[in-house]
């Protein structure tokens, strides 16, 4: 649904988007994640056809998007980083709005918006004008917005940015349910948490660059490498050596627990609690340590500037 | 066109239910249409009452018609302020991208807009009119001449046009509502001596003269909505560096333009000049169609003004020419300071020519170029009634170094068109101001190594040589 190909941007001598390459399948949700200026929202206008790729291609519900830039625009769905709202209108209108320049029938386009105000739980705001709107509910509408026309491929740029926690989850739910109706997703934001919970695919992106892209279970692996597991024993180990297998390494140890990392737990980890209690340990639990995407995004981010640092040096 | 219409509407409908919704639009447009015309109907009584205490009637008759122009268009001056706010204000109100990503071309987005500030302005205009003339008619009983009021109407039309075209443009190019109002000094200031001319216009009451003013506005119009079009750019809208201005940017670019591919002299020449003659070949066939059709205009007007017969007597020229050729006004004939007058006069011919053009997409260069094919037009006329052959006079006078001088003003001209095409032409590649600084450079490289060469060798013909055939002709 979404593919860019070596896509770049270069604003006069800056280079904004560095060859990105994403794949974005129906039915997928891919998280854009990045600090401010990373090169986020250019590669969505480039997928809008806002803006102009420099060099690379990009396709969009299968069309071109310097070719059929009209039909790309049709297909997607932009939730953009500012609302793009009309303070004089009201909210049935400024959908109707967009619904005509969607090219939508009218009866069409009233049962829409009436599913959708319903939907983001926006009928009570129908008769104030969008200008006397909080910023939660201007978010909600921009969102609906995006959705007006049933769009095949969803841009969305900080979709619960501004939102409370209560509209914030709403939002998140919407979006899980329109994954579920084959949409290809694409969500730039700054908020870890939500792209852990939303995104099948992440893309971690600086200074124009992905650095480090795939599920959040393969970036972990990627970047902070293999699971780390904890076993809590019953008694203290003082200086006891471990009966570890050899392809489970040590890393920590405290009193009565110790920690190691395998890159097959489901072999080496049956062999430890075999070996731990022939060697007479009394094991009360085993847990894998939680990994952040936060951990992750930092190790990305770190690691590239390590990089970075030492190519200047 | 249809679909595209339609579409425009769309934009058009919200943004005139937007403007109704605020006062500071509503408010002067009700005050220009109803109460403006109630002062000028006031002034026109007065006007009447006192003029005719003096036996001056003709001052009310052509102040009437006068102030239904002015009535006619003071609503409009509010289309400028609502159009020069159309693109940048949606920019600066942050409301644009959401438009910009619709499936809307620029075409429809671009028409849209353009009839949404147009249309409330121009509806307070005709509505201005109206008021004025009932006014008019139960205060003294003027009724206007059918021609006269269809010529005010199509005359508020065109200037609404003109004025919201040119204030889009400048709306759709920059980034801030503050640099697109300091922009439109560039729209108020030709608009003010157009009105300026209009009023003269109207109280000379050669009101025919008017369909030129209505028709010279229509093309320009046309004009500016195609450079609108043509330049509207999405890209453009979301940046941030367009107003900035940035000189080294602007050198290294016209350095590039005008240096062009390099390479050995005659390849470079063969590529960059050569080149460029041939890419301008259509602006120089419509810059030698302008100087013919210039001097057949002028060899018209022969018959309109034309001059005694006993005041152009060949007798005293030929006498002049023997005796005192040397200095006929201020050109020294056979003399390099002639050379230097004669050459530096085209060269500020051109100067201004060029500069013009700039402003006018090349309209006003043509037009003073071609303005001495016009005169030249009209005494080879002359001489013809006065039964000397027209190709006598033209050999004798023009033709020895207008063979090379000709060619250059034809080539100037070209050079102009193509500097004004360069603002009504889309460019995929550039931004306006890129596009047109690439022209420049060209404009220059011709210039320097075509044109001034061409003058000077025009210049020291029209000195040494032309004085010489004219003797020999004349003298005979």
Same mark, same amino acid.
Request: net charge neutral.
């Given at each position: 649904?979404?593919?860019?190909?070596?896509?770049?941007?270069?604003?006069?001598?800056?280079?904004?988007?560095?060859?990105?390459?994403?794949?974005?399948?129906?039915?997928?949700?891919?998280?854009?994640?990045?600090?401010?200026?990373?090169?986020?929202?250019?590669?969505?206008?480039?997928?809008?056809?806002?803006?102009?790729?420099?060099?690379?291609?990009?396709?969009?519900?299968?069309?071109?998007?310097?070719?059929?830039?009209?039909?790309?625009?049709?297909?997607?769905?932009?939730?953009?980083?500012?609302?793009?709202?009309?303070?004089?209108?009201?909210?049935?209108?400024?959908?109707?709005?967009?619904?005509?320049?969607?090219?939508?029938?009218?009866?069409?386009?009233?049962?829409?918006?009436?599913?959708?105000?319903?939907?983001?739980?926006?009928?009570?705001?129908?008769?104030?004008?969008?200008?006397?709107?909080?910023?939660?509910?201007?978010?909600?509408?921009?969102?609906?917005?995006?959705?007006?026309?049933?769009?095949?491929?969803?841009?969305?740029?900080?979709?619960?940015?501004?939102?409370?926690?209560?509209?914030?989850?709403?939002?998140?739910?919407?979006?899980?349910?329109?994954?579920?109706?084959?949409?290809?997703?694409?969500?730039?934001?700054?908020?870890?948490?939500?792209?852990?919970?939303?995104?099948?695919?992440?893309?971690?992106?600086?200074?124009?660059?992905?650095?480090?892209?795939?599920?959040?279970?393969?970036?972990?692996?990627?970047?902070?490498?293999?699971?780390?597991?904890?076993?809590?024993?019953?008694?203290?180990?003082?200086?006891?050596?471990?009966?570890?297998?050899?392809?489970?390494?040590?890393?920590?140890?405290?009193?009565?627990?110790?920690?190691?990392?395998?890159?097959?737990?489901?072999?080496?980890?049956?062999?430890?609690?075999?070996?731990?209690?022939?060697?007479?340990?009394?094991?009360?639990?085993?847990?894998?340590?939680?990994?952040?995407?936060?951990?992750?995004?930092?190790?990305?981010?770190?690691?590239?500037?390590?990089?970075?640092?030492?190519?200047?040096? | 066109?249809?679909?595209?219409?339609?579409?425009?509407?769309?934009?058009?409908?919200?943004?005139?239910?937007?403007?109704?919704?605020?006062?500071?639009?509503?408010?002067?447009?009700?005050?220009?249409?109803?109460?403006?015309?109630?002062?000028?109907?006031?002034?026109?009584?007065?006007?009447?009452?006192?003029?005719?205490?003096?036996?001056?009637? %003709? @001052? #009310?008759?052509?102040?009437?018609?006068? $102030?239904? !122009? =002015?009535? /006619?268009?003071?609503?409009? *001056?509010?289309?400028?302020?609502?159009?020069?706010?159309?693109?940048?204000?949606?920019?600066?109100?942050?409301?644009?991208?959401?438009?910009?990503?619709?499936?809307?071309?620029?075409?429809?987005?671009?028409?849209?807009?353009?009839?949404?500030?147009?249309?409330?302005?121009?509806?307070?205009?005709?509505?201005?009119?109206?008021?004025?003339?009932?006014?008019?008619?139960?205060?003294?009983?003027?009724?206007?001449?059918?021609?006269?009021?269809?010529? %005010? @109407? #199509?005359?508020?039309?065109?200037?609404? $046009?003109? !004025? =919201?075209? /040119?204030?889009?443009?400048? *709306?759709?190019?920059?980034?801030?509502?503050?640099?697109?109002?300091?922009?439109?000094?560039?729209?108020?200031?030709?608009?003010?001596?157009?009105?300026?001319?209009?009023?003269?216009?109207?109280?000379?009451?050669?009101?025919?003269?008017?369909?030129?003013?209505?028709?010279?506005?229509?093309?320009?119009?046309?004009?500016?909505?195609?450079?609108?079009?043509?330049?509207?750019?999405?890209?453009?809208?979301?940046?941030?560096?367009?107003?900035?201005?940035?000189?080294?940017?602007?050198?290294?670019?016209?350095?590039?333009?005008?240096? /062009?591919?390099?390479?050995?002299?005659?390849?470079?020449?063969?590529?960059?000049?050569?080149?460029?003659?041939?890419?301008?070949?259509?602006?120089?066939?419509?810059?030698?169609?302008?100087?013919?059709?210039?001097?057949?205009?002028?060899?018209?007007?022969?018959?309109?003004?034309?001059?005694?017969?006993?005041?152009?007597?060949?007798?005293?020229?030929?006498?002049?020419?023997?005796?005192?050729?040397?200095?006929?006004?201020?050109?020294?004939?056979?003399?390099?300071?002639?050379?230097?007058?004669?050459?530096?006069?085209?060269?500020?011919?051109?100067?201004?020519?060029?500069?013009?053009?700039?402003?006018?997409?090349?309209?006003?260069?043509?037009?003073?170029?071609?303005?001495?094919?016009?005169?030249?037009?009209?005494?080879?006329?002359?001489?013809?009634?006065?039964?000397?052959?027209?190709?006598?006079?033209?050999?004798?006078?023009?033709?020895?170094?207008?063979?090379?001088?000709?060619?250059?003003?034809?080539?100037?001209?070209?050079?102009?068109?193509?500097?004004?095409?360069?603002?009504?032409?889309?460019?995929?590649?550039?931004?306006?101001?890129?596009?047109?600084?690439?022209?420049?450079?060209?404009?220059?490289?011709?210039?320097?190594?075509?044109?001034?060469?061409?003058?000077?060798?025009?210049?020291?013909?029209?000195?040494?040589?032309?004085?010489?055939?004219?003797?020999?002709?004349?003298?005979?």
């Amino acid at each position: 649904m979404i593919i860019t190909d070596n896509l770049t941007k270069w604003f006069n001598d800056i280079l904004a988007v560095d060859r990105v390459n994403l794949h974005v399948k129906k039915g997928e949700v891919l998280a854009l994640l990045g600090p401010n200026g990373a090169g986020k929202t250019t590669t969505v206008r480039m997928l809008t056809t806002v803006l102009r790729p420099s060099s690379g291609t990009a396709k969009v519900a299968g069309h071109d998007v310097i070719i059929d830039d009209g039909q790309v625009r049709a297909a997607v769905g932009v939730l953009t980083e500012d609302h793009g709202l009309y303070n004089r209108m009201y909210i049935r209108e400024y959908l109707d709005f967009f619904g005509q320049i969607y090219g939508m029938a009218a009866e069409n386009r009233r049962d829409r918006i009436d599913y959708l105000l319903g939907k983001f739980d926006l009928l009570d705001a129908v008769n104030l004008s969008i200008g006397k709107y909080s910023k939660g509910m201007r978010q909600k509408l921009s969102l609906a917005r995006s959705l007006l026309h049933s769009p095949p491929v969803l841009l969305l740029d900080e979709p619960t940015s501004a939102m409370d926690p209560a509209s914030a989850r709403l939002v998140r739910n919407a979006i899980k349910t329109l994954r579920s109706e084959d949409r290809a997703i694409i969500v730039c934001t700054h908020n870890l948490a939500e792209a852990e919970e939303l995104a099948d695919k992440i893309a971690i992106i600086r200074s124009g660059k992905i650095i480090a892209s795939g599920s959040s279970e393969e970036l972990k692996e990627q970047l902070l490498g293999p699971g780390e597991y904890q076993i809590q024993l019953a008694q203290a180990l003082n200086n006891r050596s471990l009966p570890l297998p050899p392809s489970a390494e040590l890393t920590e140890r405290g009193p009565d627990w110790f920690r190691y990392r395998v890159t097959s737990p489901e072999n080496v980890n049956p062999l430890v609690l075999k070996n731990l209690i022939s060697a007479g340990f009394a094991v009360v639990r085993v847990e894998e340590i939680k990994r952040s995407l936060e951990s992750v995004y930092l190790q990305a981010v770190n690691q590239v500037q390590d990089e970075e640092i030492k190519h200047v040096d | 066109m249809w679909i595209n219409l339609q579409k425009a509407m769309i934009i058009t409908r919200r943004e005139i239910r937007d403007q109704f919704r605020d006062w500071r639009i509503i408010t002067p447009i009700i005050i220009l249409t109803v109460f403006f015309p109630g002062l000028m109907n006031f002034t026109a009584q007065q006007a009447v009452d006192f003029v005719s205490k003096y036996g001056a009637a %003709v @001052i #009310a008759d052509r102040l009437i018609p006068f $102030l239904l !122009m =002015v009535v /006619g268009f003071f609503p409009i *001056s509010v289309s400028l302020v609502i159009a020069l706010e159309s693109f940048v204000g949606e920019k600066e109100r942050r409301s644009i991208e959401p438009l910009l990503s619709s499936p809307l071309t620029d075409v429809q987005l671009y028409l849209g807009k353009l009839m949404a500030v147009m249309f409330p302005p121009l509806i307070g205009s005709y509505l201005g009119i109206s008021v004025y003339l009932i006014g008019v008619f139960r205060q003294v009983g003027w009724v206007p001449d059918t021609t006269l009021l269809i010529q %005010v @109407i #199509a005359l508020a039309t065109v200037q609404s $046009l003109v !004025m =919201v075209s /040119g204030a889009v443009v400048v *709306s759709s190019q920059t980034t801030s509502v503050r640099a697109a109002n300091l922009l439109a000094s560039f729209i108020i200031i030709p608009m003010a001596l157009l009105l300026v001319g209009e009023s003269m216009i109207m109280f000379w009451a050669r009101y025919e003269v008017l369909w030129w003013a209505i028709f010279g506005q229509a093309i320009i119009a046309w004009l500016l909505i195609r450079t609108g079009i043509a330049h509207f750019n999405r890209e453009e809208l979301l940046g941030i560096e367009l107003d900035t201005l940035n000189f080294p940017w602007a050198w290294q670019v016209f350095k590039s333009a005008f240096i /062009g591919q390099p390479g050995p002299i005659w390849k470079w020449w063969r590529i960059n000049v050569w080149g460029t003659l041939i890419k301008l070949k259509w602006s120089i066939l419509l810059s030698l169609l302008f100087t013919i059709a210039g001097s057949l205009i002028g060899s018209t007007q022969a018959e309109v003004f034309s001059i005694p017969a006993d005041v152009l007597d060949w007798g005293y020229l030929e006498e002049g020419l023997v005796t005192g050729i040397e200095e006929i006004g201020p050109i020294r004939f056979f003399s390099i300071e002639g050379i230097g007058i004669i050459f530096i006069h085209n060269l500020r011919a051109i100067a201004l020519a060029s500069l013009l053009g700039v402003f006018s997409f090349g309209v006003l260069g043509i037009i003073t170029l071609v303005l001495p094919f016009s005169i030249i037009g009209y005494f080879t006329a002359i001489a013809s009634q006065t039964g000397l052959s027209p190709w006598t006079f033209l050999l004798g006078f023009v033709i020895p170094h207008g063979i090379v001088e000709v060619p250059a003003i034809i080539l100037t001209g070209a050079l102009i068109i193509h500097l004004g095409l360069t603002l009504v032409s889309p460019n995929d590649n550039y931004s306006i101001g890129e596009a047109w600084i690439r022209t420049l450079g060209d404009w220059t490289r011709i210039l320097l190594l075509v044109v001034i060469p061409l003058l000077l060798v025009a210049a020291f013909l029209e000195v040494y040589i032309t004085p010489l055939v004219a003797l020999e002709i004349f003298s005979k």
